[in-house]
Protein backbone atom coordinates (compact mmCIF):
# COMPACT_ATOMS: atom_id res chain seq x y z
CA UNK A 1 0.00 0.00 0.00
CA UNK A 2 1.36 3.31 -0.58
CA UNK A 3 2.83 5.57 1.98
CA UNK A 4 1.81 9.09 3.33
CA UNK A 5 3.09 11.48 0.94
CA UNK A 6 4.86 15.26 2.78
CA UNK A 7 5.07 18.32 1.39
CA UNK A 8 8.90 19.07 1.31
CA UNK A 9 9.63 22.65 1.27
CA UNK A 10 12.13 24.48 -1.38
CA UNK A 11 13.72 28.01 -1.78
CA UNK A 12 12.69 29.34 -4.92
CA UNK A 13 14.62 31.26 -7.12
CA UNK A 14 12.90 34.39 -8.84
CA UNK A 15 12.46 32.28 -12.06
CA UNK A 16 10.84 29.47 -10.74
CA UNK A 17 8.52 30.87 -8.55
CA UNK A 18 6.14 30.93 -11.06
CA UNK A 19 6.82 26.83 -12.17
CA UNK A 20 6.09 26.01 -7.96
CA UNK A 21 3.08 28.82 -7.71
CA UNK A 22 0.03 26.48 -5.87
CA UNK A 23 -3.19 26.07 -7.93
CA UNK A 24 -6.48 23.84 -8.18
CA UNK A 25 -9.32 23.46 -10.12
CA UNK A 26 -12.24 26.12 -9.78
CA UNK A 27 -14.59 22.78 -9.88
CA UNK A 28 -13.33 22.43 -6.13
CA UNK A 29 -15.67 25.52 -5.33
CA UNK A 30 -18.57 24.19 -7.32
CA UNK A 31 -22.15 24.41 -5.26
CA UNK A 32 -19.85 27.02 -2.87
CA UNK A 33 -21.54 30.57 -4.25
CA UNK A 34 -25.24 29.20 -4.58
CA UNK A 35 -24.71 27.56 -1.11
CA UNK A 36 -23.39 30.90 0.00
CA UNK A 37 -26.60 33.23 -1.55
CA UNK A 38 -28.75 31.08 0.13
CA UNK A 39 -26.90 30.72 3.60
CA UNK A 40 -26.03 35.08 3.35
CA UNK A 41 -27.70 36.26 0.64
CA UNK A 42 -26.88 37.46 -3.01
CA UNK A 43 -25.19 40.90 -1.29
CA UNK A 44 -22.85 39.17 0.81
CA UNK A 45 -21.92 36.21 -2.58
CA UNK A 46 -21.33 39.52 -4.36
CA UNK A 47 -18.99 40.92 -2.01
CA UNK A 48 -16.95 37.98 -1.77
CA UNK A 49 -17.02 37.53 -5.25
CA UNK A 50 -15.39 41.43 -5.53
CA UNK A 51 -13.00 40.37 -2.90
CA UNK A 52 -11.65 37.69 -5.13
CA UNK A 53 -12.13 39.65 -8.19
CA UNK A 54 -13.22 36.87 -10.19
CA UNK A 55 -16.62 35.30 -10.53
CA UNK A 56 -16.10 32.27 -9.34
CA UNK A 57 -19.88 31.07 -10.27
CA UNK A 58 -19.51 31.83 -13.50
CA UNK A 59 -16.77 29.21 -13.99
CA UNK A 60 -17.44 26.89 -11.51
CA UNK A 61 -18.13 23.81 -13.58
CA UNK A 62 -14.92 24.34 -16.07
CA UNK A 63 -12.02 22.38 -15.95
CA UNK A 64 -9.81 25.34 -15.89
CA UNK A 65 -7.11 26.40 -13.16
CA UNK A 66 -7.22 29.41 -10.29
CA UNK A 67 -4.34 30.13 -7.95
CA UNK A 68 -4.97 28.73 -4.10
CA UNK A 69 -4.74 32.49 -3.13
CA UNK A 70 -8.00 33.21 -5.13
CA UNK A 71 -9.91 30.31 -3.73
CA UNK A 72 -8.78 31.31 0.12
CA UNK A 73 -9.52 35.44 -0.95
CA UNK A 74 -13.23 33.97 -1.55
CA UNK A 75 -13.42 31.30 1.06
CA UNK A 76 -11.99 34.06 3.69
CA UNK A 77 -13.84 37.01 2.31
CA UNK A 78 -17.54 34.66 2.87
CA UNK A 79 -16.49 34.05 6.52
CA UNK A 80 -15.36 37.59 7.25
CA UNK A 81 -18.49 38.95 6.14
CA UNK A 82 -20.65 36.76 7.64
CA UNK A 83 -19.01 36.60 10.79
CA UNK A 84 -18.34 33.14 10.39
CA UNK A 85 -14.80 31.91 11.47
CA UNK A 86 -15.51 28.62 10.24
CA UNK A 87 -17.83 28.98 7.23
CA UNK A 88 -16.24 25.95 6.25
CA UNK A 89 -17.56 23.59 8.90
CA UNK A 90 -20.96 24.64 7.82
CA UNK A 91 -20.32 23.80 4.34
CA UNK A 92 -18.74 20.77 4.31
CA UNK A 93 -21.84 18.18 4.71
CA UNK A 94 -22.70 19.98 1.18
CA UNK A 95 -19.19 19.02 -0.71
CA UNK A 96 -18.94 16.32 -2.39
CA UNK A 97 -16.39 14.73 -4.85
CA UNK A 98 -18.83 13.94 -7.41
CA UNK A 99 -18.90 17.94 -8.30
CA UNK A 100 -15.14 17.49 -9.11
CA UNK A 101 -15.58 16.77 -12.65
CA UNK A 102 -13.90 14.63 -14.88
CA UNK A 103 -11.21 13.79 -12.19
CA UNK A 104 -13.85 13.41 -9.43
CA UNK A 105 -15.73 10.89 -11.39
CA UNK A 106 -12.33 9.07 -12.03
CA UNK A 107 -11.64 8.32 -8.80
CA UNK A 108 -15.72 7.42 -8.03
CA UNK A 109 -15.06 4.41 -10.94
CA UNK A 110 -12.66 3.21 -9.06
CA UNK A 111 -13.50 -0.82 -8.26
CA UNK A 112 -12.43 -0.10 -4.36
CA UNK A 113 -12.12 2.40 -1.94
CA UNK A 114 -8.63 2.04 -1.86
CA UNK A 115 -8.43 2.12 -5.72
CA UNK A 116 -9.94 5.13 -5.42
CA UNK A 117 -7.65 6.73 -3.26
CA UNK A 118 -4.57 5.48 -5.07
CA UNK A 119 -5.92 7.17 -7.92
CA UNK A 120 -6.35 10.26 -6.51
CA UNK A 121 -2.91 9.67 -4.93
CA UNK A 122 -1.38 9.36 -8.91
CA UNK A 123 -3.45 11.92 -10.07
CA UNK A 124 -3.81 14.96 -8.08
CA UNK A 125 -1.70 17.26 -10.56
CA UNK A 126 -5.38 16.90 -12.78
CA UNK A 127 -6.79 18.79 -9.90
CA UNK A 128 -4.24 20.76 -7.84
CA UNK A 129 -0.26 21.53 -7.89
CA UNK A 130 1.01 21.85 -4.74
CA UNK A 131 -1.84 19.73 -2.50
CA UNK A 132 -0.64 16.78 -1.97
CA UNK A 133 -2.83 13.22 -1.31
CA UNK A 134 -1.53 9.93 1.28
CA UNK A 135 -2.63 7.35 2.49
CA UNK A 136 -0.43 5.02 5.38
CA UNK A 137 -1.51 1.87 6.81
CA UNK A 138 -0.80 1.90 10.93
CA UNK A 139 -1.78 -1.57 12.13
CA UNK A 140 -5.45 -1.90 11.69
CA UNK A 141 -5.66 1.72 10.87
CA UNK A 142 -5.84 3.19 7.42
CA UNK A 143 -5.04 7.12 7.61
CA UNK A 144 -6.04 8.98 4.50
CA UNK A 145 -4.14 12.59 4.16
CA UNK A 146 -5.20 15.35 2.34
CA UNK A 147 -2.36 18.25 2.46
CA UNK A 148 -3.27 21.68 0.80
CA UNK A 149 -1.06 23.96 -0.20
CA UNK A 150 -3.29 26.78 1.22
CA UNK A 151 -2.11 26.02 4.44
CA UNK A 152 -1.06 29.79 5.83
CA UNK A 153 -3.08 31.35 4.05
CA UNK A 154 -6.17 33.65 5.61
CA UNK A 155 -8.95 31.67 4.90
CA UNK A 156 -7.61 28.29 4.96
CA UNK A 157 -9.74 26.84 8.33
CA UNK A 158 -12.19 26.81 5.42
CA UNK A 159 -10.62 24.85 3.52
CA UNK A 160 -9.20 22.30 5.69
CA UNK A 161 -12.68 21.50 7.03
CA UNK A 162 -14.18 21.49 3.60
CA UNK A 163 -11.08 19.24 2.62
CA UNK A 164 -12.07 17.18 5.18
CA UNK A 165 -15.69 16.75 3.71
CA UNK A 166 -14.74 16.04 0.68
CA UNK A 167 -12.69 12.80 1.72
CA UNK A 168 -15.45 11.77 3.98
CA UNK A 169 -17.80 12.13 0.63
CA UNK A 170 -15.62 9.71 -1.21
CA UNK A 171 -15.39 7.34 1.32
CA UNK A 172 -19.43 7.33 1.60
CA UNK A 173 -19.52 6.55 -2.31
CA UNK A 174 -17.86 2.98 -1.36
CA UNK A 175 -19.05 2.46 2.31
CA UNK A 176 -22.65 1.78 3.89
CA UNK A 177 -24.89 4.51 5.18
CA UNK A 178 -24.19 3.60 8.92
CA UNK A 179 -20.33 3.87 8.76
CA UNK A 180 -18.39 6.61 10.63
CA UNK A 181 -14.82 7.45 10.73
CA UNK A 182 -12.79 6.47 13.79
CA UNK A 183 -11.20 9.92 13.77
CA UNK A 184 -10.68 13.32 11.86
CA UNK A 185 -7.45 15.01 12.25
CA UNK A 186 -7.17 18.62 11.21
CA UNK A 187 -4.27 21.18 11.18
CA UNK A 188 -6.05 23.96 12.72
CA UNK A 189 -5.42 25.10 16.21
CA UNK A 190 -8.23 23.56 18.60
CA UNK A 191 -11.47 26.16 19.11
CA UNK A 192 -12.95 27.19 22.44
CA UNK A 193 -15.67 24.74 21.74
CA UNK A 194 -15.35 21.35 19.44
CA UNK A 195 -18.78 19.59 19.44
CA UNK A 196 -19.51 21.33 16.26
CA UNK A 197 -16.57 19.73 14.31
CA UNK A 198 -17.74 16.27 16.05
CA UNK A 199 -21.50 16.73 15.15
CA UNK A 200 -20.14 17.86 11.16
CA UNK A 201 -18.02 14.78 11.24
CA UNK A 202 -19.67 12.35 12.90
CA UNK A 203 -16.81 11.47 14.79
CA UNK A 204 -14.04 12.55 16.89
CA UNK A 205 -11.76 15.38 15.90
CA UNK A 206 -8.63 16.01 17.09
CA UNK A 207 -6.86 19.61 16.23
CA UNK A 208 -2.97 20.84 15.77
CA UNK A 209 -2.56 17.51 13.65
CA UNK A 210 0.71 18.10 10.31
CA UNK A 211 -2.22 17.67 7.87
CA UNK A 212 -6.06 16.55 7.31
CA UNK A 213 -6.33 13.12 7.91
CA UNK A 214 -9.19 11.06 8.27
CA UNK A 215 -8.87 7.55 9.72
CA UNK A 216 -11.30 4.80 9.38
CA UNK A 217 -10.28 0.53 9.58
CA UNK A 218 -8.07 -0.78 6.89
CA UNK A 219 -10.33 -2.98 6.13
CA UNK A 220 -12.87 -0.48 4.36
CA UNK A 221 -10.35 -0.41 1.48
CA UNK A 222 -11.71 -3.06 -0.02
CA UNK A 223 -15.07 -2.06 -0.17
CA UNK A 224 -16.78 -1.60 -3.51
CA UNK A 225 -18.94 1.36 -4.92
CA UNK A 226 -22.64 1.16 -3.36
CA UNK A 227 -24.87 -0.80 -5.52
CA UNK A 228 -27.64 1.91 -6.45
CA UNK A 229 -24.77 3.77 -7.17
CA UNK A 230 -23.85 3.48 -11.37
CA UNK A 231 -20.02 4.29 -11.82
CA UNK A 232 -19.14 6.04 -15.35
CA UNK A 233 -17.06 4.49 -17.44
CA UNK A 234 -13.87 6.60 -17.70
CA UNK A 235 -10.09 6.54 -17.83
CA UNK A 236 -7.32 8.61 -16.97
CA UNK A 237 -6.96 9.00 -20.56
CA UNK A 238 -10.36 10.64 -20.65
CA UNK A 239 -9.22 12.98 -17.57
CA UNK A 240 -5.91 13.72 -19.38
CA UNK A 241 -7.76 15.30 -22.88
CA UNK A 242 -10.55 16.94 -20.81
CA UNK A 243 -8.24 18.47 -18.36
CA UNK A 244 -4.84 19.78 -18.54
CA UNK A 245 -2.27 18.70 -15.98
CA UNK A 246 -1.31 21.32 -13.77
CA UNK A 247 1.98 20.20 -12.69
CA UNK A 248 2.79 20.49 -16.45
CA UNK A 249 1.94 24.41 -16.64
CA UNK A 250 5.42 25.99 -16.97
CA UNK A 251 6.51 29.70 -16.60
CA UNK A 252 4.55 33.17 -16.33
CA UNK A 253 3.31 32.45 -19.55
CA UNK A 254 1.85 29.53 -19.03
CA UNK A 255 0.24 30.47 -15.85
CA UNK A 256 -0.98 33.79 -16.71
CA UNK A 257 -2.96 32.01 -19.77
CA UNK A 258 -4.45 29.68 -17.20
CA UNK A 259 -5.89 32.86 -15.38
CA UNK A 260 -6.35 34.78 -18.28
CA UNK A 261 -8.95 31.65 -19.62
CA UNK A 262 -10.71 31.81 -15.90
CA UNK A 263 -11.68 35.06 -16.71
CA UNK A 264 -12.59 34.91 -20.17
CA UNK A 265 -14.77 32.19 -19.17
CA UNK A 266 -16.47 34.59 -16.14
CA UNK A 267 -16.74 37.37 -18.78
CA UNK A 268 -14.24 39.74 -17.56
CA UNK A 269 -10.82 40.05 -17.28
CA UNK A 270 -8.74 42.61 -15.77
CA UNK A 271 -4.92 42.79 -15.21
CA UNK A 272 -5.63 43.63 -11.89
CA UNK A 273 -7.51 40.87 -10.85
CA UNK A 274 -4.77 38.56 -12.74
CA UNK A 275 -2.17 39.85 -10.88
CA UNK A 276 -3.87 39.82 -7.47
CA UNK A 277 -4.42 36.17 -7.99
CA UNK A 278 -1.00 35.68 -8.59
CA UNK A 279 0.28 37.57 -5.53
CA UNK A 280 2.47 40.12 -6.94
CA UNK A 281 1.51 44.04 -7.86
CA UNK A 282 0.39 45.20 -11.34
CA UNK A 283 3.76 46.86 -11.75
CA UNK A 284 5.33 43.93 -11.30
CA UNK A 285 3.22 41.53 -13.49
CA UNK A 286 3.85 44.40 -16.22
CA UNK A 287 7.24 44.11 -15.87
CA UNK A 288 7.61 40.60 -16.28
CA UNK A 289 5.73 40.31 -18.65
CA UNK A 290 7.83 43.09 -20.61
CA UNK A 291 11.58 40.41 -19.68
CA UNK A 292 9.36 37.98 -21.45
CA UNK A 293 8.78 40.47 -24.52
CA UNK A 294 4.92 40.60 -24.10
CA UNK A 295 2.21 42.25 -22.26
CA UNK A 296 -1.11 41.89 -20.68
CA UNK A 297 -2.89 43.25 -23.92
CA UNK A 298 -1.02 40.17 -25.92
CA UNK A 299 -1.70 37.52 -24.08
CA UNK A 300 -5.50 38.28 -23.50
CA UNK A 301 -6.17 38.55 -26.89
CA UNK A 302 -4.69 35.42 -27.89
CA UNK A 303 -6.83 33.75 -25.05
CA UNK A 304 -9.99 35.78 -26.14
CA UNK A 305 -9.29 34.83 -29.62
CA UNK A 306 -9.12 31.10 -29.05
CA UNK A 307 -12.28 31.16 -27.23
CA UNK A 308 -13.53 32.89 -30.45
CA UNK A 309 -13.30 30.75 -32.71
CA UNK A 310 -14.47 27.79 -30.55
CA UNK A 311 -17.59 29.55 -29.98
CA UNK A 312 -17.82 30.04 -33.72
CA UNK A 313 -17.54 26.86 -34.78
CA UNK A 314 -19.40 24.91 -32.25
CA UNK A 315 -21.94 26.58 -31.17
CA UNK A 316 -24.87 28.72 -32.94
CA UNK A 317 -24.13 31.83 -30.79
CA UNK A 318 -24.89 34.94 -32.32
CA UNK A 319 -22.02 37.19 -32.73
CA UNK A 320 -23.88 39.17 -30.32
CA UNK A 321 -24.11 36.93 -27.49
CA UNK A 322 -20.48 35.96 -28.39
CA UNK A 323 -18.93 39.38 -27.93
CA UNK A 324 -21.51 40.03 -24.87
CA UNK A 325 -19.55 36.96 -23.37
CA UNK A 326 -16.04 38.36 -23.30
CA UNK A 327 -17.66 42.21 -21.83
CA UNK A 328 -17.74 43.89 -25.23
CA UNK A 329 -19.78 47.28 -24.95
CA UNK A 330 -20.80 46.75 -28.30
CA UNK A 331 -20.38 43.21 -31.30
CA UNK A 332 -18.60 45.80 -33.57
CA UNK A 333 -15.69 46.36 -30.75
CA UNK A 334 -15.92 42.57 -31.02
CA UNK A 335 -15.78 42.42 -34.65
CA UNK A 336 -12.63 44.73 -34.53
CA UNK A 337 -10.68 42.59 -32.56
CA UNK A 338 -11.15 39.14 -33.92
CA UNK A 339 -10.67 40.61 -37.57
CA UNK A 340 -7.38 42.44 -36.13
CA UNK A 341 -6.31 38.94 -34.34
CA UNK A 342 -7.34 36.71 -37.92
CA UNK A 343 -7.98 38.66 -40.73
CA UNK A 344 -11.19 37.83 -40.95
CA UNK A 345 -14.55 39.19 -39.55
CA UNK A 346 -16.30 36.63 -36.95
CA UNK A 347 -18.93 36.18 -39.40
CA UNK A 348 -16.85 35.56 -42.49
CA UNK A 349 -14.72 33.33 -40.56
CA UNK A 350 -17.75 30.98 -39.48
CA UNK A 351 -19.36 30.85 -43.01
CA UNK A 352 -15.64 29.73 -44.44
CA UNK A 353 -15.24 26.84 -41.32
CA UNK A 354 -18.70 25.87 -42.10
CA UNK A 355 -18.47 25.81 -46.08
CA UNK A 356 -14.51 23.94 -45.20
CA UNK A 357 -16.39 21.12 -42.94
CA UNK A 358 -19.57 20.85 -45.52
CA UNK A 359 -16.74 20.19 -48.45
CA UNK A 360 -15.01 17.83 -46.41
CA UNK A 361 -18.13 15.71 -45.84
CA UNK A 362 -19.16 15.13 -49.31
Known amino acids: M??????TVARLTAASRFDAMPLICVTALAGVPDFVRHAYGESLLRR???????????????DCFIPHATMTLFTGAVARFAGEEYFGLLLAPYLTIASYGCWGDYLLAAPTLGAAIE????????HSRGDVVGL????????????????????????ACGAAGVVLSLCRAFLPPAWRPVRLELDLPRPPKTASFEETFGCPVLFDAPTVTLCLDRRWLEATPLAYRTAALITVEDVARARTDCTKLSGLRDLLAEQIWSQVL???????????????????????????????RT?????????????????????????????????AHFARSFR??????????RRNTRRAKNAGAS
Open 299 to 331: LTGIVRGRRATELLRHTEASVTEISASFGYSAP
Open 266 to 296: SGKVSIESAARSLDISVRTLQRELNREGTDF
Open 136 to 159: RIEGKLARITYSSAARGRDGYAQV
Open 2 to 7: TNHFAP
Open 48 to 62: ATRAAMLDIEAIENR
Open 340 to 349: KATGLSPSDY
Open 119 to 126: RAIATIGF
